[in-house]
Nanobody
Framework: QVQLVESGGGLVQPGGSLRLSCAAS????????MGWYRQAPGKERELVAS???????NYAELMKGRFTISRDNAKNTVTLQMNSLKPEDTAVYYC???????????????????WGQGTQVTVSS
């Protein structure tokens, strides 16, 4: 129904920066929330940051001051600028979007909650 494609992961040294991008596609009526989650080996998936269509943002405590989420509502994209990266930031980062979309042009919009395929971020010297 709604597909999310992420890009921008990779290997970076401690203290470095990376920028993740996510684009949503489909017959989208509206997206209420777009955000980023991450999952490290052996750990549960956790919220990194999220952004609402109204412009409100929410960050996990560990990311405040280092990560910045931004969103383009017109393009249905969300980016995550990550600075001062630490080895403990190493994880697979997932994009998430929630809103309403149509299965076909003629169908009524229905709620969706979609995830991207994930992009690996490795912080290591």
């Amino acid at each position: 129904q709604v597909q999310l494609v992420e890009s921008g992961g990779g290997l970076v040294q401690p203290g470095g920066s990376l920028r993740l991008s996510c684009a949503a596609s489909g017959i989208i009526s509206s997206i209420s929330t777009m955000g980023w989650y991450r999952q490290a080996p052996g750990k549960e998936r956790e919220l990194v940051a999220s952004s609402t269509s109204g412009g409100s943002t929410n960050y996990a405590e560990l990311m405040k001051g280092r990560f910045t989420i931004s969103r383009d509502n017109a393009k249905n994209t969300v980016t995550l600028q990550m600075n001062s990266l630490k080895p403990e930031d190493t994880a697979v980062y997932y994009c998430n979007a929630q809103g309403s979309a149509k299965f076909t042009t003629w169908s009524l919009p229905r709620p969706f909650d979609s995830w991207g395929q994930g992009t690996q971020v490795t912080v290591s010297s």
